[in-house]
């Protein structure tokens, strides 16, 4: 166990070994650095784990030393290493080591190749930081690590000025919901006079009251911090953007686990979510819409990333759905099997786009899968697990989720079955039209082991994931699909027919051609989805024109005015004074002699 305070360290030395040295090496040694280090981390994160997993599966608590120091405070710098953070642990080693490697060739070619792997270094230490703190203050400072790192990855290529605006508005959107996070971190801490996370969800227990002000108050500036991280209603809308990095970094950030961290969030702060009932609901609805309205966006889209964006925003909303409706469990199990078959998805994309010169658009693709029969079945596999089709990965974890919301809601679980529906259509859309049909062009590349290998062993664990395991209750209380007796049949048949049926759908618009999508198209409302469901544009009404207004009629800026005019004044005064500083003797004295006349007029007068 004394090996997990080295598990950030090494991907952290790898960004310093990168950022001070990464110019003067070959780039067989900075991939080297970059991905040895992470590889280094995954094995010490697979015997921690294994030895927790050996035992007795009692939390460890490791103190590095005293953080901050401050009068009755003090903070330690410590890791706290339970069933979740290692869950955690093995999604963030494990698949981004295979992430890596796969960049290690997918990135070969670029000019600033030390500096991508030096990005992602940083990335993966401050997200490692974030899953194994024992406090809120280091979370936290892990939580902004990896908003630094995506915002570094996403305009990684800022030569473009339309990446540097998707960097900066993945950015801006997530510093809103990192606001609400820090609000929530002052009000637990001074309220409950810690920050340490265990103490402050055992003191909320014993001290708060259920669905009184203080946890709901709490619980919901907790999920306006994992919405904005998660890219949940209504802070949704960067995650599209963001698909303007490399495509490791949409596999690593967007799929495996930066937009997890607010579903760990709430996992880990669970107890104050269970106090405050209103504000878990908030995040079961949360979830429920933004899972059905970024399915719906996904369904138009053209770009291959931007339809693996929404989807990632759909399947996120599945986890908030999950935890709330008390489905704890299920929803990190789901966090696990979506980090196998997306970045699955994500990479194989990659070897698409990679053979294809860049190419982003799928109907400028076809008939791939006999050039590329390795991104074909990577496709074919991940398309499966994302739909959730039976006996994949995200078929058991999925599954439980329809079945845990429709004890607690049988609108929730409508709205699970019908974006279950929408996936399996969308899903398959886009391996029908990538691998089916009439090759429009020719394979320009090929890829080598570094791509493949990855690609083949996440095909395995999208296929396989779903067999895994997590001992997830020593952390949780029994969920809702373990307290509540089991959904009548057609439940279960209906949850499971959806994505089959949405396969069908996908099939005979996309494979067979026995319909149109063009019939069933209406161009208003398509726009509306292309541009997810106008968001931007709203914001842009509400917020970005207004203010721009404001400063353009405040250029000469108000608040300076009085600032300004002390320093005129200042310098007037100043001029003044100079200008009784001549140089003259008799000046002097006639001035002591003027000033004691007028000192002892005034004294006799009064």
Same mark, same amino acid.
């Given at each position: ?365 076809? &008939?791939? $899968?006999?050039?590329? =029969? #390795?991104?074909?079945? @990577?496709? %074919?596999?991940?398309?499966?697990? /994302?739909?959730?089709? !039976? ?56 890829? &080598?082991? $570094?791509?493949?290998? =990855? #690609?083949?062993?996440? @095909?395995? %664990?999208?296929?396989?994931?779903? /067999?895994?395991?997590? !001992? ?69 009404? %509400? ?64």
């Amino acid at each position: 166990m004394e090996l997990l305070g080295w598990i950030p360290f090494f991907p952290l030395l790898g960004f310093l070994a990168l950022v001070f040295f990464g110019r003067s090496l070959s780039k067989p040694m900075v991939a080297l650095i970059g991905v040895g280090s992470v590889g280094i981390s995954a094995l010490l994160a697979f015997l921690v784990g294994f030895e927790l997993l050996r035992g007795s599966m009692a939390p460890y608590r490791l103190a590095l030393g005293s953080w901050i120091t401050t009068g009755d405070l003090t903070i330690p710098f410590g890791f706290y290493l339970d069933s979740l953070s290692m869950t955690m642990l093995f999604v963030v080693t494990g698949v981004g080591l295979l992430i890596h490697l796969y960049a290690a060739e997918f990135m070969e070619a670029d000019a600033g190749y030390a500096r991508f792997f030096a990005y992602m270094n940083l990335f993966v230490a401050a997200m490692l930081t974030l899953v194994l703190a024992d406090n809120l203050l280091l979370l936290y400072l892990g939580w902004e690590g990896v908003g630094l790192g995506s915002y570094l990855l996403i305009g990684f290529w800022y030569v473009n000025p339309d990446n540097g605006y998707a960097a900066r508005k993945a950015f801006v959107m997530t510093r809103v919901g990192d606001m609400a996070l820090a609000l929530s971190l002052f009000l637990l801490f001074t309220e409950l006079h810690s920050l340490d996370i265990q103490t402050v969800m055992e003191r909320a227990q014993s001290e708060w009251k259920v669905g009184a002000v203080l946890p709901v108050t709490a619980a919901a500036l907790l999920l306006g911090g994992a919405a904005g991280k998660s890219a949940q209603l209504p802070l949704q809308t960067w995650l599209p953007d963001a698909m303007a990095g490399p495509t490791p970094v949409s596999a690593l950030i967007h799929a495996a686990t930066m937009v997890t961290a607010g579903v760990y969030l709430i996992a880990r702060t669970h107890v104050l979510f269970m106090l405050a009932p209103s504000a878990q609901t908030a995040v079961a609805v949360v979830g429920g819409v933004t899972l059905l309205i970024a399915g719906f966006s996904g369904l138009v889209q053209t770009d291959i990333k931007r339809i693996l964006a929404y989807s990632t925003i759909s399947q996120i909303g599945y986890m908030f759905l999950a935890l709330g409706v008390g489905a704890w469990s299920a929803a990190i199990f789901h966090l696990l099997t979506h980090a196998f078959f997306k970045a699955l998805l994500f990479l194989a994309a990659g070897a698409v786009i990679f053979c294809f010169h860049h190419e982003h658009d799928i109907f400028k693709m076809g &008939g791939l $899968r006999k050039a590329m =029969p #390795l991104a074909f079945w @990577s496709f %074919l596999i991940g398309s499966a697990a /994302l739909a959730a089709l !039976p006996f994949t990965s995200g078929y058991y974890s999925k599954h439980e989720i329809l079945l845990a919301a429709f004890e607690t809601s049988p609108i929730l679980w409508g709205m699970g079955c019908l974006g279950a529906l929408i996936t399996g259509i969308y899903s398959f859309r886009l391996l029908f039209v990538v691998f089916f049909g009439h090759q429009t062009r020719e394979v320009e590349a090929a890829i &080598g082991n $570094r791509m493949r290998i =990855p #690609l083949v062993l996440l @095909s395995v %664990l999208a296929l396989f994931g779903g /067999l895994l395991q997590i !001992p997830l209750d020593t952390v949780f209380p029994a969920s809702i699909e373990t307290t509540l007796p089991s959904p009548s049949p057609w439940v279960s048949i209906v949850t499971l027919m959806m994505p089959i049926l949405g396969l069908l759908i996908a099939a005979l618009f996309y494979l067979t051609g026995t319909l149109s999508s063009t019939a069933f198209t209406n161009e208003p409302i398509k726009r509306l989805l292309l541009s997810g469901w106008g968001f931007d544009a709203l914001y842009r009404t %509400l917020f970005i024109h207004p203010f721009v207004a404001l400063t353009r009629w405040n250029k000469k800026d108000v608040l300076d005015s009085p600032y300004l005019r002390t320093a005129w004044l200042s310098r007037k005064l100043h001029d003044l004074t100079r200008a009784a500083q001549t140089g003259r003797i008799r000046w002097y004295a006639a001035s002591m002699a003027w000033g004691a006349v007028v000192v002892i007029a005034i004294g006799l007068l009064s």
